[in-house]
């Protein structure tokens, strides 16, 4: 359920944003992430990661962004959640990316 809600936030902000910022899509596509985030992980582990101490920056801009885009801002909502998010998320990507340098490394993925 975790990940289904997850993947229809995902789409339903990408949607949003090609749609010139539709603010009811992307705060749909937000309630949608955050909830599958917390069927995920669990309440207190999501709780605990976006309010421990050095990511408290990033947590405030990423909620504030939400609730920007539920008042409507959509664009300057935007603008704060993604700064969040890649303030939260900063340790996460050198994993990522070492993920996606070894499917280099799959026969099938080299020759595509």
Known sequence: IGVGLVGFGLFFVLFGMLLYFDSVLLAFGNILFLSGLVFIIGFRKTFTFFFQRPKLKGTSFFLGGVLIVLMRWPLLG???????????????????????GSLANIPV???V
Not at 79 to 98: D, K, M, N, Q
């Open 109 to 111: 993925l080299s020759k």
């Open 78 to 100: 935007m603008l704060l959640e993604a700064y969040g998010f890649i303030t939260l998320f900063r340790s996460f990507f050198p994993v990522a990316f070492g993920f996606l």
